[in-house]
Protein backbone atom coordinates (compact mmCIF):
# COMPACT_ATOMS: atom_id res chain seq x y z
CA UNK A 1 0.00 0.00 0.00
CA UNK A 2 1.13 3.64 -0.93
CA UNK A 3 2.22 6.06 2.01
CA UNK A 4 3.10 9.24 2.22
CA UNK A 5 -0.82 10.58 1.58
CA UNK A 6 -1.66 14.18 2.14
CA UNK A 7 -5.68 14.67 2.43
CA UNK A 8 -7.23 17.87 4.04
CA UNK A 9 -10.79 18.35 5.20
CA UNK A 10 -12.44 21.65 4.87
CA UNK A 11 -15.67 23.33 4.73
CA UNK A 12 -17.77 25.84 6.58
CA UNK A 13 -17.82 25.52 10.00
CA UNK A 14 -20.39 22.88 11.41
CA UNK A 15 -19.65 20.78 8.65
CA UNK A 16 -18.27 17.93 10.82
CA UNK A 17 -15.11 17.60 10.11
CA UNK A 18 -13.38 16.73 13.35
CA UNK A 19 -16.17 13.53 12.84
CA UNK A 20 -15.23 12.77 9.57
CA UNK A 21 -11.44 12.58 10.17
CA UNK A 22 -11.70 9.80 12.75
CA UNK A 23 -13.68 7.31 10.49
CA UNK A 24 -10.73 8.15 7.90
CA UNK A 25 -8.36 7.50 10.27
CA UNK A 26 -9.62 4.05 11.13
CA UNK A 27 -10.44 3.38 7.14
CA UNK A 28 -6.38 3.73 6.40
CA UNK A 29 -5.36 2.00 9.73
CA UNK A 30 -7.42 -0.94 8.21
CA UNK A 31 -5.61 -0.65 5.35
CA UNK A 32 -2.40 -1.08 6.77
CA UNK A 33 -1.16 2.06 7.01
CA UNK A 34 0.21 4.76 8.89
CA UNK A 35 -1.84 7.64 10.05
CA UNK A 36 -1.07 10.81 11.62
CA UNK A 37 -4.08 13.25 12.54
CA UNK A 38 -3.42 16.95 12.82
CA UNK A 39 -5.32 20.27 12.75
CA UNK A 40 -4.79 23.83 11.69
CA UNK A 41 -3.97 26.58 13.23
CA UNK A 42 -2.11 24.40 15.30
CA UNK A 43 -0.28 20.50 15.42
CA UNK A 44 2.55 21.50 17.16
CA UNK A 45 3.37 23.54 20.26
CA UNK A 46 3.87 26.88 18.77
CA UNK A 47 1.08 26.60 16.69
CA UNK A 48 -1.35 25.82 18.52
CA UNK A 49 -0.34 28.63 20.84
CA UNK A 50 -0.74 30.79 18.04
CA UNK A 51 -4.80 29.24 17.44
CA UNK A 52 -5.22 30.07 21.33
CA UNK A 53 -4.50 33.56 20.06
CA UNK A 54 -6.79 33.46 16.44
CA UNK A 55 -9.87 31.96 18.39
CA UNK A 56 -10.44 33.89 21.94
CA UNK A 57 -13.38 36.28 21.22
CA UNK A 58 -11.29 38.77 23.87
CA UNK A 59 -8.99 39.54 21.03
CA UNK A 60 -12.18 40.87 18.83
CA UNK A 61 -11.01 42.65 16.47
CA UNK A 62 -7.96 41.53 14.51
CA UNK A 63 -7.10 43.42 11.26
CA UNK A 64 -7.11 41.05 8.31
CA UNK A 65 -3.36 41.31 7.60
CA UNK A 66 -2.72 40.11 10.79
CA UNK A 67 -4.92 37.81 11.20
CA UNK A 68 -3.63 36.10 7.51
CA UNK A 69 0.37 36.64 9.33
CA UNK A 70 -0.93 34.55 12.27
CA UNK A 71 -2.08 32.01 10.29
CA UNK A 72 1.07 31.57 8.19
CA UNK A 73 3.11 31.62 11.41
CA UNK A 74 1.30 28.62 12.82
CA UNK A 75 1.01 26.84 9.51
CA UNK A 76 4.83 27.50 8.29
CA UNK A 77 5.72 25.73 12.00
CA UNK A 78 3.00 22.75 11.40
CA UNK A 79 4.40 21.96 7.69
CA UNK A 80 8.32 21.88 8.74
CA UNK A 81 7.80 20.60 11.75
CA UNK A 82 5.03 17.69 11.10
CA UNK A 83 3.37 17.38 8.13
CA UNK A 84 6.60 17.07 5.71
CA UNK A 85 8.72 15.18 8.39
CA UNK A 86 5.60 12.72 8.55
CA UNK A 87 5.36 12.55 4.79
CA UNK A 88 8.95 11.71 4.49
CA UNK A 89 8.41 8.54 6.18
CA UNK A 90 5.68 7.33 4.21
CA UNK A 91 2.93 8.02 6.41
CA UNK A 92 -0.86 9.27 5.49
CA UNK A 93 -1.40 12.61 6.74
CA UNK A 94 -5.00 14.06 8.00
CA UNK A 95 -5.23 17.25 8.43
CA UNK A 96 -8.36 18.95 10.03
CA UNK A 97 -8.22 22.06 7.93
CA UNK A 98 -5.04 23.80 5.48
CA UNK A 99 -4.70 26.43 2.81
CA UNK A 100 -7.78 25.94 1.71
CA UNK A 101 -9.28 27.53 4.51
CA UNK A 102 -7.14 30.61 4.28
CA UNK A 103 -8.41 31.26 1.18
CA UNK A 104 -12.01 30.96 1.61
CA UNK A 105 -12.05 32.53 5.31
CA UNK A 106 -9.18 35.53 4.82
CA UNK A 107 -9.66 35.81 0.98
CA UNK A 108 -13.83 35.25 0.55
CA UNK A 109 -14.54 35.80 4.38
CA UNK A 110 -12.40 39.09 4.93
CA UNK A 111 -12.10 39.79 1.05
CA UNK A 112 -8.33 40.31 1.46
CA UNK A 113 -6.61 40.13 -1.86
CA UNK A 114 -7.07 36.80 -2.92
CA UNK A 115 -3.88 36.30 -4.73
CA UNK A 116 -2.05 37.95 -2.04
CA UNK A 117 -3.65 35.08 -0.18
CA UNK A 118 -2.45 32.41 -2.32
CA UNK A 119 0.54 33.82 -2.19
CA UNK A 120 1.22 33.84 1.50
CA UNK A 121 -0.01 30.21 1.82
CA UNK A 122 2.99 29.41 -0.86
CA UNK A 123 5.31 30.91 1.13
CA UNK A 124 4.42 29.27 4.00
CA UNK A 125 4.41 26.02 2.78
CA UNK A 126 7.39 25.85 0.55
CA UNK A 127 4.58 25.29 -1.98
CA UNK A 128 3.01 22.20 -0.14
CA UNK A 129 -0.43 21.15 -1.32
CA UNK A 130 -2.93 18.32 -0.27
CA UNK A 131 -2.95 15.34 -2.26
CA UNK A 132 -6.70 15.09 -1.83
CA UNK A 133 -8.67 17.93 -0.12
CA UNK A 134 -12.34 16.53 0.97
CA UNK A 135 -14.69 19.99 0.96
CA UNK A 136 -17.64 18.94 3.40
CA UNK A 137 -20.04 21.20 2.50
CA UNK A 138 -23.60 22.51 4.66
CA UNK A 139 -25.73 25.28 3.97
CA UNK A 140 -24.35 28.02 6.81
CA UNK A 141 -27.41 27.81 9.02
CA UNK A 142 -27.34 24.38 9.52
CA UNK A 143 -23.59 24.51 10.18
CA UNK A 144 -23.69 26.85 12.88
CA UNK A 145 -27.03 25.45 14.39
CA UNK A 146 -25.15 22.43 15.45
CA UNK A 147 -22.46 24.15 16.81
CA UNK A 148 -24.34 26.49 18.86
CA UNK A 149 -26.05 22.79 20.21
CA UNK A 150 -22.85 22.03 21.50
CA UNK A 151 -20.21 24.91 23.18
CA UNK A 152 -19.87 28.16 23.06
CA UNK A 153 -18.28 29.50 19.53
CA UNK A 154 -14.74 30.77 19.05
CA UNK A 155 -14.15 34.44 17.68
CA UNK A 156 -14.73 33.12 14.06
CA UNK A 157 -17.48 31.25 14.43
CA UNK A 158 -19.39 34.11 16.24
CA UNK A 159 -18.39 35.94 13.13
CA UNK A 160 -21.74 37.71 11.71
CA UNK A 161 -23.90 35.70 8.58
CA UNK A 162 -23.17 37.45 5.78
CA UNK A 163 -19.30 36.33 6.72
CA UNK A 164 -19.74 32.75 6.79
CA UNK A 165 -21.55 32.86 3.89
CA UNK A 166 -18.98 34.44 2.00
CA UNK A 167 -16.96 31.74 3.27
CA UNK A 168 -19.06 29.14 2.01
CA UNK A 169 -19.21 30.47 -1.39
CA UNK A 170 -15.46 31.18 -1.45
CA UNK A 171 -15.45 26.90 -0.76
CA UNK A 172 -17.46 26.58 -3.82
CA UNK A 173 -15.72 28.56 -5.76
CA UNK A 174 -12.31 26.89 -4.89
CA UNK A 175 -14.18 23.01 -6.02
CA UNK A 176 -14.78 24.58 -9.20
CA UNK A 177 -11.77 25.72 -9.76
CA UNK A 178 -9.62 22.35 -8.99
CA UNK A 179 -12.18 19.43 -9.06
CA UNK A 180 -9.42 17.28 -9.08
CA UNK A 181 -7.91 18.07 -5.87
CA UNK A 182 -10.96 18.85 -4.01
CA UNK A 183 -13.79 16.68 -3.85
CA UNK A 184 -17.17 18.20 -2.62
CA UNK A 185 -19.20 16.29 -0.12
CA UNK A 186 -23.03 17.02 0.60
CA UNK A 187 -22.32 17.29 4.54
CA UNK A 188 -25.99 16.87 5.30
CA UNK A 189 -27.68 14.17 7.32
CA UNK A 190 -25.89 11.69 10.43
CA UNK A 191 -22.54 11.19 10.23
CA UNK A 192 -23.09 7.97 8.96
CA UNK A 193 -24.76 8.91 5.79
CA UNK A 194 -21.77 11.65 5.58
CA UNK A 195 -19.22 8.76 5.78
CA UNK A 196 -20.65 6.74 3.39
CA UNK A 197 -20.39 9.52 0.72
CA UNK A 198 -16.47 10.12 1.99
CA UNK A 199 -15.77 6.20 1.62
CA UNK A 200 -17.52 6.10 -1.92
CA UNK A 201 -15.03 8.84 -3.09
CA UNK A 202 -11.83 7.80 -0.98
CA UNK A 203 -11.75 4.06 -1.96
CA UNK A 204 -11.64 4.66 -5.70
CA UNK A 205 -9.38 7.10 -5.67
CA UNK A 206 -6.96 5.24 -3.24
CA UNK A 207 -6.74 2.01 -5.56
CA UNK A 208 -6.09 4.70 -8.36
CA UNK A 209 -2.65 5.84 -6.17
CA UNK A 210 -1.95 2.10 -6.15
CA UNK A 211 -2.13 1.49 -9.28
CA UNK A 212 -0.49 4.29 -10.30
CA UNK A 213 2.14 3.81 -7.80
CA UNK A 214 2.42 -0.07 -8.73
CA UNK A 215 2.20 0.67 -12.44
Not at 15 to 20: E, H, N, R
Not at 21 to 43: D, N, S, W
Not at 131 to 152: F, H, N, S, W, Y
Given at each position: ????L????E???G???????K????????????V???R?P??????E??????????Y?????????L????A??????????P???????V??D??ID????Y???G?????E?VR???EW???????D?T???????????AR?R???D????E??E?EF??R??R?Y???W????????L?????T?ED???R??GV?EP???AR?????G
Amino acid sequence: MPGGLFITLEGPDGAGKTTQIKYLEHFFHGQGMAVVCTREPGGTPLAEAIRRLLLEPAYTPIDGRAEILLYAAARAQHVAMRIRPALASGEVVLCDRFIDSTVAYQGYGRRLDIEMVRRVNEWATGGLLPDLTLLIDVPVEVGLARLRQKRDVDRLEGEELEFHRRVRRGYLELWRLEPERIRLIDGRGTPEDVWRRIKGVVEPWLEARVKGRDG
